[in-house]
């Protein structure tokens, strides 16, 4: 029995009775043509190599292009200190619009900072460059490590000199707290029950402590002693107790939706209603409402985050030299007065 033949770029140009250049464009390069005419020929050309059972040579592809069409997103082994999730929906929409794949990959603190671990990566993972998940405390020679291999890199949610991208943390909560002093707050407190080092920690509060200042009041965190560790069921207790004083604060700006909810749940147990008798507004990458309570929030950008981020490594593979300014992205407010009223009395 003959063999059957290699189905080849040629040979679909052939039955489609046009170019090999033109097969290569409308197969590789993912064109979509913007006459009607156009298009169908592209359909045609597209239905005969399915018929044909044609599967592009990737390696080919990549030595003549000498790009693999595809990204890696690295991340550590410590989830506190890498966290990219939010982040994802974001950069696998943009590598879709881009026509990209994605590759992720985990290492280990001591392969970040190995000199010849890193390099590699490009090769091993068959990827053009690297969005960057690790945060915060990551190896310190891994910024020089990326930098002096030319290894086109973004950094996400990371505040460097260069190729970076970040929300504007300071404007989140400075944007909480100002909301609430519009609606005439006067005790205000903050609250973050975390430690981290990830900079989003002193600029959050920073943030709140500006708007405060701005107004002429004094700040006043729930816990004088930042950062602080506490879990949801002590955070529980120590609210309920601040809500029963006389002096108790008119409104919260929490860190994350988690500690409002539990502040929430606080006011509930000592009989006092959202947004009636207290107020609460949250950062977060969405506006939640897990507690039966829809919440003032202040959105973290993270879908656009991740796009922009895809965007801006593609630039850096073009030209891997260059330096690309660092990208702080606004936020903004969602449903302000879902759990943020005047406070009584006013």
Not at 143 to 169: F, G, K, Q
Not at 284 to 313: F, K, S, W
């Amino acid at each position: 029995m003959l063999a059957s033949p290699a189905i080849t770029l040629d040979l679909i140009a052939e039955r489609a009775g046009v170019s090999r250049a033109t097969v290569s464009n409308v197969l590789h390069r993912n064109v979509l043509g913007n006459r009607a005419d156009a298009r169908k020929n592209i359909e045609r050309i597209r239905e005969i190599a399915e018929t044909l059972g044609y599967r592009p040579n990737v390696a080919a592809r990549a030595m003549q292009t000498r790009r693999f069409g595809a990204i890696g997103l690295l991340a550590g082994s410590v989830g506190e200190r890498s966290v990219y999730h939010p982040f994802l929906p974001g950069v696998l929409r943009a590598c879709h619009h881009h026509d990209l794949h994605i590759s992720l990959g985990e290492l280990f603190d001591q392969q970040l900072g190995d000199e010849r671990c890193v390099p590699k990566i490009l090769r091993e993972w068959s990827v053009d460059g690297l969005l960057i998940g690790y945060t915060h405390e990551f190896p310190q020679n891994l910024l020089d490590i990326v930098e002096r291999h030319r290894i086109p890199a973004i950094w996400l949610n990371v505040r460097n000199e260069s190729d970076c991208i970040r929300p504007d943390d300071v404007g989140a909560t400075r944007m909480a707290t100002r909301h609430l002093i519009g609606l005439g707050h006067r005790r205000i407190s903050y609250v973050m029950t975390y430690k981290t080092r990830h900079y989003s920690a002193a600029d959050r509060y920073a943030g709140y402590c500006q708007a405060m200042r701005d107004a002429g009041l004094e700040p006043q965190t729930m816990y004088p002693s930042l950062p602080v560790s506490r879990s949801a069921p002590q955070l529980l207790e120590d609210a309920m107790g601040l809500l029963r004083r006389s002096d108790r604060p008119t409104a919260f700006v929490t860190y994350l939706s988690e500690q409002a909810e539990v502040i929430c749940h606080a006011a509930a147990r000592v009989s006092l209603a959202v947004p009636r008798d207290l107020s609460l507004v949250a950062c977060d990458g969405e506006a939640r409402e897990r507690t039966g309570q829809r919440l003032t929030t202040v959105l973290i950008p993270t879908d656009q985050l991740g796009e922009r981020a895809v965007d801006m490594l593609v630039g850096k593979i073009a030209d891997p030299d260059q330096r690309v300014e660092p990208v702080v992205l606004p936020v903004k407010l969602a449903s302000p007065d879902a759990s943020a009223a005047a406070p009584p009395g006013a």
